[in-house]
């Protein structure tokens, strides 16, 4: 299994430009999340899906869209970059189980916008 | 989310264990512990959660207080690799719910 993996890696945006961030996870887990990371600071929740089609704010969700088409994909996007959205971009997916609802999370996007 | 707190960093020589502290004094009875840690420009890597018993599992133990109002992760033999922001936190056992990272602790492993 790939677990939680997310494209692309780095991107470099222009003021105003827009970007999707794809994540993918072949855990089959129904709970997916993004996270964005500032420096020195911990994560902060952006959205989150708990199941396919559906979407719900997190702490910061301003400027940014999700979509959830695919159990297995999720997506967010940037209509219209800005600079304060500079951040390394985090998903994570967890099970939906009442186990431990431990969650799964990728590699990274860092995203710079000039 | 009851709030947590944690020390900023910590040192630990290799080999010894690391015990990393964190305060919750705010928890309620249905809300679990959970540690997790960042290693360097990486995602998040769980580690253990508990409830009111102590757990272990194959890369740490967590002792919770009686009364749940703090609790220790440790690491019985740190290595470099430990070397690591981690993070103490207290939620609702839902899978909907997102985990509030706070700034954690900055553990430095050294030789």
């Known amino acids: 299994n790939a677990g939680v993996t997310q494209t692309p890696k780095f991107r470099v945006l222009k003021t105003g430009q827009s970007m999707t961030l794809l994540c993918a996870q072949d855990m089959n887990h129904e709970y997916m999340y993004w996270y964005r990371q500032d420096p020195g600071m911990g994560l902060r929740l952006i959205h989150y899906?708990?199941?396919?089609?559906?979407?719900a704010k997190g702490e910061v969700p301003d400027g940014y869209n999700v979509s959830r088409l695919k159990k297995q994909n999720f997506l967010l996007g940037l209509e219209s970059a800005a600079p304060s959205q500079t951040s390394v971009y985090f998903c994570?997916?967890?099970?939906?189980?009442?186990?431990?609802?431990?969650?799964?999370f990728g590699p990274g996007t860092r995203l710079t916008v000039t | 989310d009851a709030k947590t707190t944690q020390p900023t960093s910590m040192d630990c020589a290799e080999g010894r264990a690391a015990n990393l502290p964190c305060n919750h004094s705010?928890?309620?009875?249905?809300?679990?512990v959970y540690w997790y840690r960042q290693i360097h420009s990486q995602g998040p890597q769980y580690i253990i959660h508990g409830l009111k018993n102590n757990e272990t599992n194959e890369m740490a133990s967590l002792i919770i207080t009686e009364d749940r109002k703090s609790s220790t992760l440790i690491l019985p033999h740190a290595t470099l690799r430990d070397t690591a922001v981690y993070y103490c936190i207290v939620r609702l056992l839902s899978g909907g719910t997102a985990l509030i990272f706070g700034k954690g602790t900055t553990l430095s492993v050294s030789s």
């Open positions: 899906s708990v199941g396919e089609g559906t979407t």
């Open positions: 705010t928890i309620s009875g249905n809300e679990y």
């Open positions: 994570a997916s967890s099970y939906s189980l009442a186990q431990s609802y431990e969650q799964y």
